[in-house]
């Protein structure tokens, strides 16, 4: 046995044995050796095939995010590497761990102008964990090395790090010379990992230790969704309102708490009322989605239950940090109002209703008509990846909070790459009917998520793209005032003209243009396979429409308080 094949081997097998579920491979020379490893190893993990890489480490960080377990995605030397960066940004700013097995030329080909040689080596910087191996040779004593290396690396992306294994590879990098080695390549008896170091994560000991007022708005974001649904508790007992973006929904309705249901429409539809308007926020996890949260935290004290030292507070308010709340703090609350609650549900209630008159008079579809159809919709149990831009700011806005439903959201950097391919990872990991709702653009900057083997595990998603053929969210921003009309359209806009049918085709995944709310209910029935449902929306009428809108609740609110 040759040592690229004889390391190879060790490698896939000590992944195995650490509850390494899924492995994304990328076609290469270089991690031939891995990738035949990982072949025959198929019958003990699920292997996933992608020819992009960029693709690949999206669809990882979907498999991890879904099955909670670190996935891998491996790949060739050179700019194949430099292609998962995006990944990994997203998976270390998420906090989910992932790792990138990254092929590598030997060192003395470093520096001497040999193909596809880059300085691969920590290429990631702080956003991943470089673990780097000796090259294999031949001779006793390295199988504990190999084995422990991939130990320490599962170890670190256990706590939701990316970890970065660089293997290099000399040649020859196909099975050669027999089955012959100096000593044992085995692992643990009983398919033990070689070196076992989990432990559960203990209960921060930084918890709340001030006051607490009877008016607080508890703002709930992405994060750890044990911290959310424990300081949902606190929330549930004390009365305090709850807005939760959606990825954040889930945990705190398990806590118990009441979450607002167009809370970030509430707060960004002009001055609250006196009635509505909190002593404190307690911010737990990390909001990104809503002006009216930020605006709310300019105007009172500001508490933060999130991770220490890396805490979330980009507009320098925060006036306490902590790493936990729950119900055995309760002791810090001072007292309880219970017209407190009262008055965010009746406002609450007055603000559904001047969104469903509107919408029920606004021509179909909007996106925010989309967010909440499709919410209604999904079956119990499905799993739904919302896109970034205006998608997941419109299930903010409109849409119900459903227990029943799992959501993600690539939040770490909140970039448009790599969105249908974490949801075609989450599908894959989920084993649950999978939903994907983006618009246009972020779907055509990652069009190659269709591009599946027809050999490959295919997933049971349903990708439902808005057209709205360009950047609508743009129009939502200060660059879409009328003033900045002249030079919109072709800088920001960006119209594309795709024909979507014809793109589908070319993939051969199932097309469905949906024109009516029936037909998208008809569409979003749960069936397997990969498919696309496209609903044309009009751009230019968005800016209006959200203007009305908040001008239609403030008056609703203000009416019934």
């Known amino acids: 046995m040759n040592p690229s094949t004889a390391m190879a081997a060790v490698v896939v097998d000590e992944l195995v044995r650490n509850d390494v579920r899924h492995v994304v491979v990328c076609p290469g020379s270089r991690n031939a050796p891995l ?60 906090g989910v761990g992932m790792l990138l097995i990254t092929a590598d030329r030997p060192p003395e080909l470093h520096g001497s102008g040999a193909n596809q040689v880059i300085d ?54 196909v099975p050669t010379f027999g089955d012959d080695w100096p000593d044992s390549l085995e692992g643990r008896p009983s398919g033990l990992r070689w070196t076992t170091s989990s432990a559960p994560r203990p209960i921060p000991d930084n918890r709340v230790d001030f006051p607490l007022p009877a008016r607080v708005v508890m703002v709930v974001g992405s994060g750890d969704p044990a911290r959310a649904e424990a300081a949902a508790g606190v929330a549930a007992t004390a009365g305090w309102p709850v807005i939760a973006e959606p990825v954040g929904s889930a945990a705190a309705l398990a806590g118990g708490a009441h979450v607002v249901r167009g809370g970030p429409l509430l707060l960004g539809s002009g001055d609250l009322p006196a009635a509505l308007r909190p002593d404190a926020v307690a911010v737990v996890g990390r909001p990104t989605l809503s002006r009216g949260v930020r605006g709310l935290m300019d105007q009172v004290a500001v508490y933060g239950i999130g991770d220490h030292p890396q805490w979330t507070d980009p507009q320098y308010v925060a006036t306490h940090v902590r790493g936990w709340l729950d119900v055995d703090d309760l002791h810090q609350v001072a007292e309880t109002d219970p017209a407190w609650l ?48 205006n998608p997941v700011r419109d299930v903010d806005l409109v849409a119900p909070h459903r227990p029943d439903i799992t959501i993600h959201a690539n939040r770490g950097v909140a970039g448009i790459d790599g969105n249908a391919s974490t949801a075609v990872g989450v599908a894959l990991g989920a084993h649950t009917p ?73 993939y051969r995944v199932p097309h469905t243009l949906a024109t009516t709310p029936a037909e998208l209910r008809t569409a979003l029935a749960p069936a397997p396979g990969l498919r696309l449902v496209e609903l044309r929306a009009d751009r230019t009428r968005l800016r209006d429409l959200h203007a009305r809108l908040k001008a239609a609740v403030q008056e609703a609110v203000a009416a019934r308080l």
């Open 35 to 94: 990738s035949m490893a990982l072949h025959a190893a198929a019958d003990r993990l699920t292997l996933h095939v992608r020819v992009d890489e960029r693709s690949a480490g999206f669809v990882a960080l979907g498999l991890a995010r879904a099955s909670g377990r670190p996935a891998a995605v491996v790949c060739t030397s050179g700019t194949a590497v430099a292609n998962l960066h995006p990944a990994v940004l997203e998976a270390h700013h998420s």
């Open 120 to 173: 691969q080596r920590g290429i990631f910087g702080s956003a991943a964990v470089a673990i780097d191996f000796p090259v294999a040779e031949r001779r006793p004593g390295q199988n504990p090395v190999w084995r422990g290396l991939v130990c320490r690396g599962v170890a670190r992306a256990e706590t939701g790090i990316p970890v970065q294994l660089n293997i290099p590879f000399r040649e020859p990098l």
């Open 342 to 389: 009262s008055a965010w549900r009746e406002a609450e209630a007055a603000a559904g209703l001047a969104v469903e008159k509107l919408l029920g008079e606004e021509s179909w579809p909007t996106g925010l008509h989309v967010a909440r159809d499709v919410l209604d919709t999904l079956p119990p149990g499905a799993a739904l990846v919302l896109g970034s831009s």
């Open 434 to 506: 999978t939903y994907a709702l983006m618009g246009d653009l972020t779907f055509l900057h990652d069009a190659n998520a269709l591009l599946i083997g027809p050999d490959e595990p295919r997933p049971n998603l349903t990708l439902i793209i808005l057209n709205d053929d360009g950047g609508g969210i743009f129009s939502l921003l200060e660059q879409g005032a009328a003033e900045h009309h002249d030079g919109f359209e072709r800088v920001f806009g960006t119209p594309t003209a795709v024909d979507f049918a014809a793109l589908c085709a070319a």
